[in-house]
């Protein structure tokens, strides 16, 4: 649990600049792309969002559910209160799902679980495998282990596994932990919990390789 308090510290302090950060949500606008009408067919009436943070995903993923309760479930305090979403938000962590069983359509977890450390990963997909209703989707994306996000690692605990700095709007640069993964590893975790995959792919953001997966329930 101590790299989850190390991530929720470091938004804490990143909260304070975010808002005027680079963030524009072109990953959530060009996952859309990929899986938008496969998501739309789903209907979903509630919409839980691990680890929605404050940018521009949240704004396009809430715009394009329109019609469904979204609800927001941040780890961090900080971006929470930066959000500015009018939306039900929950000041929660995926390995503490504050949620009734079976009472979600889908479950939506943008560039989060690469936070998670590897011995936490199955208590988090577990828990979202509970919160979802039969039938209902998880869809995820996390850092690759190539490109920038690669030689961006600093002070390294494994070979995809360590640090990734901030500094964009302050004063001093702020560690994020980051446990990058190989390609077919997300969907072998989210299967690993017993959910069935249906859509896979990357997206490349720059050079971010940004693995993603549908999975059913």
């Not at 524009?24 to 680890?51: C, H, M, N, W, Y």
């Not at 939506?108 to 828990?127: E, K, Q, R, T």
């Not at 039969?134 to 605990?157: H, N, P, Q, Y």
Request: glycine share 12%; charged share 20%.
């Amino acid at each position: 649990m101590e790299r989850l308090r190390e991530v929720r510290d470091a938004y804490d302090v990143i909260s304070r600049a975010y808002s005027t950060a680079r963030e524009t949500g072109v990953l959530a606008q060009r996952l859309l792309g990929e899986v938008g009408e496969f998501l739309r067919s789903a209907k979903p009436r509630v919409i839980l969002d691990i680890g929605a943070g404050s940018g521009g995903n949240l704004r396009v993923m809430r715009s394009f559910f329109a019609g469904s309760l979204y609800i927001g479930c941040e780890l961090s305090l900080g971006m929470i209160m930066g959000s500015g979403e009018d939306i039900p938000w929950i000041n929660c962590s995926g390995t503490h799902l504050p949620i009734r069983r079976n009472s979600v359509d889908v479950v939506l977890s943008l560039a989060v679980l690469h936070h998670i450390p590897g011995d936490l990963i199955l208590n988090v997909l577990s828990n979202v495998y509970d919160a979802l209703r039969i039938g209902g989707l998880f869809m995820a994306t996390t850092w690759g282990c190539v490109g920038d996000a690669l030689e961006r690692l600093v002070d390294r605990v494994g070979d995809c596994e360590g640090y990734v700095s901030w500094s964009y709007g302050l004063g001093d640069r702020v560690l994020r932990y980051y446990r990058l993964y190989r390609e077919g590893e997300l969907g072998s975790e989210v299967t690993k919990a017993g959910f069935r995959v249906v859509r896979s792919g990357v997206i490349w953001v720059g050079r971010y390789a940004n693995y993603y997966v549908v999975a059913v329930k």
